[in-house]
């Protein structure tokens, strides 16, 4: 269209009214990702999402290694979720190396993964709080995180990376007066957990902040591929615990967080009520489980799988996370594949971003429990 | 490494502070003593009292308290101790100082910390030194396409600016450094000054961040600074005056927060907005556009804006006391000066000594200073305990606030204000007054 117009008067064009903004990697709301975010004014007209800044090439390391030199490395991506994150792993190597697991092994496995998870649920939520300006809800959930931490320290001797679980079980049994111990700070913990609801949660700026942030309709989190929290924030009751359960969870009394929301709000509230589900399998663990036994089949020194592959997956603290091993008769595997949350739930983020304040980026950023080490893996 | 840090060593370090020591000594005394008594040869001592005023009678009146007392107290009542020392900068950074440690403690107390603990001993005493120290040492990083001489004056201008206010707070009956029959109007003014000087470092310092910062800093203060004056309004109509100190003696019966705790409470909530403390820090949202307007400050410059934020909170606290809690109004609790020492002296042993020209301050004056200060305080806590409960709002939210509510609310309390004074129960010539 050539309209002409009157001399010395020109149309704006809509680039200039739109500035862009390099969210990160040295943004403090960034994490370890760029976010190349178009505003207009206050309006964010587009959200470009750049990850691969921390890329470790995991895969590819754990080509080189055998079934158990693989074992420390691969919860690199997310060491405040190490359980989870080798939990798929043990299972899918006791897949394709045929190795039953003690029964009392099981149990503790789901107690050090539940522990882990309260873990990284607290971490995040943490950051959540300081994302939103938060300086208590900081400082709380990072406090706490000593409760749990300290307990897989006794569990496992390393405080953060835990190397616990091992195909064939875990590495070591529990310490003595472990189950009095565990209940103690497990029955603590959720005193304290409804403190966080009074602080935060019922906060009235919190909430106008961030309910009606960032809806996710059901169909568009099925449709996205959306996983874990921001799925059941969206009202769809998927949990791998629950569908497929694997070791005992099927045995153990637990329910799944379902919202119907689909908001920020929903999403960072999903985690938190998380929290309680995971303390109520922990103490179910504790009471069910084998009071002796063996916690370890041991295996053949380098053990080779046959001409096979295997994938399992597990719930982690930021849904669905899998392996897929291709092993070729050799004692390393041929191929490793994760497919991780975090990943799943980045695609989401221009979607949600698309239209709203600059001020919600954070709020909706966030709640997607998006883990970014672990996206690049 | 060892080029960058060298390894301490505590006797090296003495060794290098007694060759200090020893050089400066050598050279003052080869040196500087000869020509101080090659100067005095050539001045004409003057002659005080019918007696010679050399030098060692003058270091020896120094050394005497009841010659060097009334020196004292004569400085006191110059202009330059007001601006430098007790109304104003001084004192305000002193309590600003205070009130930056107390935060952190109190902070940290909230969220099941211990804050400052090893610097200075004693709690972290000399935590806040530390730090200034540390951000005095630190290279000031100019920004390649800056505004440089604008960039330069912003944080100088702010810390002013912030020093103006303080300027104009009566802190004791007769004590405030600038007293003009318009206080109020002086106050406004100067509040005015701090959205231009956001805007303009906002600018010049050429950044994305710094520039949206400036921006939300800009329509937060005006958005929260019509509010503010009409807040206040309510009491220059009751005391009929725009002066601080005659606001402060007009409650000398009713603090005018018993009337109008609507106002108070617009005020309170604008005062947090214009410091942008949280729930209003966006302006500076860390997780949002990085610090804001204040992003490509470094160094001393970033001292220098925190400074004047602190004298800001500080003279914020100290205008609420004035207009609400009665400034230094409260009940005599200064223990009087004994009088047995103006009249006697004090006797140590064979020596009787008599001073002239004490007390210093008056009880009055420390009286009403010691309530101000208590009450400002208090103030200054509330303002800060909104930081360790509250999330950030949004700008939207904040603009509604401001343009919408707080207005409203504001000119409800005028009503009730004129509602008062036409029934005649308060303000000049009415039942309470």
């Not at chain 2, 050598?26 to 019918?50: Q, R």
């Not at chain 2, 600016?161 to 707070?169: D, E, Y």
Request: charged residues 20%.
């Amino acid at each position: 269209m050539t309209t002409q117009l009157p001399p010395g008067i020109s149309l704006e064009k809509v680039d200039d009214r739109i500035m862009t903004l390099n969210v990160g990697p040295q943004h403090p709301g960034s994490g370890h990702m760029r976010l190349i975010i178009k505003v207009d004014g206050d309006y964010i007209v587009s959200c470009d999402p750049d990850p691969g800044y921390v890329h470790r090439g995991e895969e590819k390391m754990a080509e080189y290694r055998n079934y158990i030199q693989n074992i420390p490395h691969l919860e690199r991506p997310v060491i405040h979720d190490s359980s989870n994150i080798l939990y798929p792993y043990c299972l899918a190597v006791e897949d394709l190396l045929g190795i039953e697991v003690p029964e009392r092994a099981k149990y503790v496995r789901v107690i050090a993964a539940e522990l882990n998870r309260c873990i990284y649920i607290l971490y995040w939520l943490a950051i959540y709080g300081i994302f939103l300006g938060h300086s208590t809800m900081f400082m709380w959930p990072a406090g706490d995180r000593e409760l749990f931490i300290d307990l897989l320290e006794a569990m496992s001797g390393a405080r953060v990376t835990h190397a616990y679980l091992v195909p064939g079980g875990v590495r070591n049994d529990l310490p003595a007066n472990f189950e009095e111990r565990c209940l103690r700070q497990v029955n603590y913990f959720e005193k304290r957990l409804k403190e966080y609801e009074a602080i935060f949660y019922q906060n009235p700026i919190l909430k106008a902040r961030t309910q009606d942030t960032g809806i996710l309709s059901k169909t568009d989190a099925i449709r996205l591929g959306t996983t874990g929290s921001v799925l059941r924030a969206s009202g769809v009751d998927y949990d791998v615990r629950k569908k497929e359960p694997y070791d005992v969870y099927e045995n153990l009394d637990f329910q799944t967080v379902v919202m119907k929301e689909g908001d920020s709000y929903a999403r960072s509230y999903v985690p938190y009520l998380e929290m309680f589900e995971s303390c109520r399998i922990i103490k179910d663990a504790l009471r069910k489980m084998p009071k002796s036994g063996s916690v370890r089949t041991k295996l053949k020194p380098n053990p080779k799988g046959g001409n096979d592959e295997v994938y399992r997956r597990v719930e982690s603290g930021r849904g669905a996370l899998g392996y897929y091993i291709v092993s070729n008769n050799r004692p390393e595997p041929y191929r490793v594949k994760i497919s991780v949350g975090s990943f799943r739930n980045l695609i989401c983020m221009p979607y949600l971003l698309k239209g709203e304040k600059l001020g919600n980026m954070p709020a909706v950023y966030w709640s997607l429990n998006y883990w970014p080490v672990e996206a690049d893996r | 490494m060892s080029t960058i840090a060298p390894e301490f060593r505590l006797s090296r370090f003495i060794a290098s502070l007694t060759d200090i020591i020893f050089w400066v000594l050598l050279i003052f005394s080869l040196v500087g003593l000869p020509i101080v008594f090659i100067v005095l040869f050539y001045i004409k001592l003057p002659v005080i009292n019918g007696q010679l005023m050399t030098p060692y009678l003058a270091m020896t009146w120094m050394a005497d308290p009841s010659r060097s007392i009334p020196i004292i107290k004569s400085f006191m009542h110059t202009t330059i101790f007001r601006v430098a020392v007790f109304p104003g900068f001084g004192f305000a950074a002193l309590l600003a100082a205070a009130t930056i440690y107390v935060e952190r403690k109190f902070l940290a107390k909230i969220q099941l910390r211990v804050g400052p603990l090893y610097c200075g001993k004693i709690e972290g005493i000399l935590q806040l030194m530390g730090d200034g120290f540390k951000l005095m040492s630190k290279e000031i990083i100019i920004p390649a396409k800056a505004d440089k001489p604008i960039f330069w004056i912003g944080p100088v201008l702010f810390v002013g600016t912030a020093g103006a206010f303080v300027s104009l707070i009566p802190v004791a009956p007769g004590w405030v450094v600038a007293n003009p029959s318009v206080g109020l109007l002086a106050v406004f003014a100067t509040i005015g000054f701090f959205p231009i000087i956001a805007v303009l470092s906002a600018w010049s310092a050429n950044s994305k961040w710094t520039f949206i910062g400036g921006l939300r800093a800009l329509h937060q203060m005006i958005a929260f600074e019509i509010p503010l004056i009409l807040s206040l309004l309510g009491i220059v109509i009751l005391s009929g005056t725009l002066n601080l100190s005659q606001i402060v003696q007009s409650q000398e019966h009713y603090w005018w927060i018993t009337f109008m705790p609507l106002s108070a409470v617009v005020f309170f909530i604008t005062i947090i907005a214009e410091l942008e403390r949280i729930p209003f820090d966006l302006p500076e949202a860390e997780s949002e556009i990085v610090a804001g307007w204040l992003t490509e400050f470094s160094g001393m410059m970033y001292g220098l804006i925190q400074l004047g934020t602190y004298l800001k909170l500080y003279a914020f606290a100290g205008l609420f006391t004035v207009l609400f809690l009665g400034g230094w109004q409260g009940p005599s609790i200064w223990p009087p000066f004994p009088q047995e020492i103006i009249t006697q002296g004090i006797t140590i042993g064979p020596v009787t000594a008599k001073f002239p020209g004490l007390p210093l301050f008056d009880q009055e004056m420390l009286n009403g200073t010691l309530w101000f200060v208590i009450k400002t305080v208090g103030v200054i806590l509330l303002i800060l305990l909104p930081r360790g409960v509250f999330p950030r709002v949004r700008i939207d939210m904040i603009l509604h606030t401001g343009w919408y509510k707080l207005i409203g609310l504001a000119f409800i309390n005028i009503f009730i204000a004129l509602g008062l004074l036409y029934a005649g129960v308060l303000g000049p010539g009415g039942l309470l007054h």
